[in-house]
């Protein structure tokens, strides 16, 4: 039994740009693969060449052991596709929706509802409402449910909690553990670092080019700079001090505070006293933290901008 | 066949909740048959004249009352003054100006011949054209009555004179909306095979839900016949509602077979749904989908004879009618409900419809990709 996803050397190329060079990983069964890159990174690319709804330049993939060229009709009738804009019918209601779904793929919505239940019963009340009037957690839910319908093998999810509020975005990704844990394999691509956490494995992508795919666990341990967190009264002089400071490494804000890595790491921490001590920054702090997966990601971009 | 049947199910579903497509259905019918009908009027009548007249004899009276008699003409201003009649011309008050000179009926006694002046507006040719017809024809009548009476001659003794009669055939009291009804049913339902499939399949690109329908089991010709079958079954439902309309409110004669007019539209009608599509394929907005529809339907729709006949266009124009579904569907329906065209009379419009909805849709099933 091969892998649910595949995905060897693949290139893609949109006039001068280079859309996606050299991708290559695999997603395993059962496993919820998160795709985490800014906009135009190539992750939208990525998805329609899998999803059989655009021709690679170069490179194989399959899906559920079938190849996304030849056996391209197989291949939409496995998986289950969420595109990153909401493609469901506006005018239908809910129920429509789902049961036009389920019956083109030749099922029923009762026949697959075990799968669905838990996210369709958070929408159920609503089910005579045009689709077109949910908000925007809810269009998910259902987008999500319609992907279902047929209980697919694979899913695909692009950027699924895009403009939805923090609280459905957790709903969300709760649900999506959920299916993972029924045996599904999920490629699920997102701009939201913190949303990586929640990944088996976290590849990240940027400029059409995988950077590194490990663990989320993984990538923070790799992180091996000494990491501060800073602050000030007067967080935007702070930042052009320390950006000016001729060893400082990196100064992202993030939050409440900036973080900052040194180039010699804790060396001279002593000298950036001294440089900060004339410039009188008030209610100043600076303590060492743990850096976070952002604080990976930040580094990686960096490193290969 | 059971992915298609889903497919409709849902389209029928999407039209009838739209509510402004139900009053598109229901009510462009009647308010274009009603108004169009009534208004796109080409009979010339009522045509205003000024008669100046210097002789004022019994004979100048009579030609003015016959012309004005004969219904096409009705009398603006009768005058002495020749330049009265002019600035009337110029004004557009007057459409025909007749100068009959002075001694008119001294001259035709004494001389046998005397020559009648008729100033014609003919800013609009054709209604120009109509004008001096009737007069022409209303004066040498009046000629020929005046010359048998001058001469004291009986009909059977005079001389050998050619009378012309006439009777008007498949549509006795030449009443133009009988004329246009048929013309217009064609329009109603191109515009809904033309304009409404096309904007429909546009409206799942514009939307986004043909990348979703992309990734399942919907076969390419399962999504395009899913599209087009509905707004056929829609377009014919116009056209029997249509025919109703007409036959209730302009006593429309079917004087052929109703099946006939109906095959017709239906083979027709996928040249039209064809259009819609093939559009549809290089197109990316609703808007786009619209205005590339329309500008064909006009040309199609001016050049169809519906208003103008095709016999009058230069040959050129008339060879580009060939290929114009339109003009064949106008041409068709005409001669099905005025003039009783059977099955034979047809059959070879029909072939060449076939041959278009073929060809047309073959092109845009073609042009179509599933996968860009």
Known sequence: MPAPIIVQDIHKKFGTVQALQNISFTVNEGELFGLIGPDGAGKSTLFRILTTLLLADKGQASVTGLDVVKDYKAIRRVVGYMPGRFSLYQDLTVAENLHFFATIFNTTVEANYELIEEIYVQIEPFKKRPAGKLSGGMKQKLALCCALVHKPAVLFLDEPTTGVDPVSRKEFWEMLQRLRKKGIAILVSTPYMDEAMLCDRVALIQNGELLNINPPQAIIRQFSKPLWAVRAKEMYRLIQDLRAFEDTDSCYAFGEHLHLTLKHGRERVDQLQAYLQPKQHEQFSMEPIEAGIEDCFMELMKSHR | ?372
Do not use: C
């Not at chain 2, 005046?146 to 004179?161: F, K, S, Y």
């Not at chain 2, 799942?204 to 399942?216: P, W």
């Not at chain 2, 329309?294 to 208003?307: A, D, Y």
């Open chain 2, 1 to 372: 066949m059971r992915t298609i049947f889903f497919l409709l199910q849902k389209e029928f579903l999407q039209i009838f909740r739209n509510r402004s497509m139900l009053r598109i259905i229901l009510i462009i019918p009647i308010v274009q048959l009603v108004i169009l009908s009534n208004a796109a009027n080409y009979e010339v009548k009522d045509l205003s004249i000024d008669v100046v007249d210097h002789d004022l004899s019994s004979w100048s009276r009579r030609l003015t009352h016959k012309l004005t008699a004969s219904g096409y003409f009705r009398l603006n201003r009768q005058t002495f003054d020749r330049e009265d009649g002019f600035r009337d011309l110029q004004r557009d008050q007057a459409d025909i100006v007749l100068v009959i000179p002075p001694h008119f009926e001294r001259d035709l006694v004494r001389e046998d011949k005397v020559t009648l002046q008729l100033l014609v507006n003919a800013i609009n040719g054709s209604k120009a054209g109509l004008a001096n017809a009737y007069a022409g024809s209303i004066i040498r009548d009046f000629n020929r009555n005046i010359r048998t009476e001058w001469l004291a001659l009986d009909e059977r003794n005079g001389p050998p004179v050619i009378a012309v009669t006439f009777s008007n055939w498949y549509n006795t009291r030449l009443d133009y909306k009988i004329f246009m009804v048929p013309g217009i049913l064609v329009v109603l339902v191109t515009m809904i095979g033309a304009f409404l499939s096309g904007m429909n399949i546009v409206k799942e690109k514009e939307i986004g839900t043909i990348e979703q329908l992309n990734v399942t089991p919907i076969r390419k010709h399962h999504f395009i016949l899913g599209k087009l079958i509905p707004f056929w079954i829609v377009a014919l439902f116009e056209l029997a509602f249509g025919l109703l309309v007409g036959k209730l409110v302009f006593s429309l004669p079917m004087a052929g077979s109703l099946w006939l007019v109906f095959l017709f539209a239906a083979v027709y009608l996928w040249v039209m749904l064809g259009m819609g599509l093939l559009i549809s394929t290089f197109t990316e907005t609703q808007q786009q989908a619209m205005f590339i529809a329309w500008f064909f339907v006009i040309i199609f729709m001016l050049m169809s004879g519906l208003f103008t006949p095709v016999e009058n266009m230069p040959h050129w124009a008339q060879v580009i009618t060939w290929f114009n579904p339109i003009a064949y569907f106008v041409k068709v329906i005409r001669m099905v409900l005025l003039k009783g065209s059977g099955w034979a009379d047809i059959q070879f419009f029909l072939l060449v419809m076939l041959g278009y909805a073929l060809v047309m849709n073959g092109i845009a099933i073609w042009n179509y990709r599933k996968t860009s």
